[in-house]
Nanobody
Framework: QLQFVESGGGLVQPGGSLRLSCAAS????????IGWFRQAPGKEREGVSC????????NYEDSVKDRFTVSRDNAKNTVYLQMKSRKTEGTAVYYC???????????????????????WGQGIQVTVFS
């Protein structure tokens, strides 16, 4: 069974950094595009970033460019999201998910959309406080 487990969330001050991990089990990440999403209370889930499963290329939603970095370690079957936070981000639950297979391993475009992904992790909360 394909499954993701996110970790690394918690409290962070504006300007502080966190690294989220997304560990896969039941399958190998190699060849899958992986997306990161977040959902704040009362808001829709939004795409934050993605990383291609074909060439490792990345894309980011405009508000996180130059602050977030997505990477993958296929040997560890894990994808990471390094974040430098800012106050306006408040509280959100971050999720990772795999791009649907029929889109291919290179499926990674700016502002990833949730319906292109499946096998969602349970999510991990990140709170920016000051």
């Amino acid at each position: 069974q394909l499954q993701f487990v996110e970790s690394g969330g918690g409290l962070v001050q504006p300007g502080g950094s966190l690294r989220l991990s997304c560990a896969a089990s039941g399958f190998t990440l190699d060849g899958y595009s992986i997306g990161w999403f977040r959902q704040a209370p009362g808001k829709e889930r939004e795409g934050v970033s993605c990383i291609s499963g074909s060439d490792g290329s990345t894309n980011y939603e405009d508000s996180v460019k130059d602050r977030f970095t997505v990477s993958r370690d296929n040997a560890k079957n894990t994808v990471y999201l390094q974040m430098k936070s800012r106050k306006t981000e408040g509280t959100a639950v971050y999720y990772c998910a795999a791009g649907r297979r029929h889109y291919g391993p290179g499926f990674c475009y700016p502002g990833p959309v949730a319906h292109g992904y499946d096998n969602w992790g349970q999510g991990i909360q990140v709170t920016v406080f000051s």
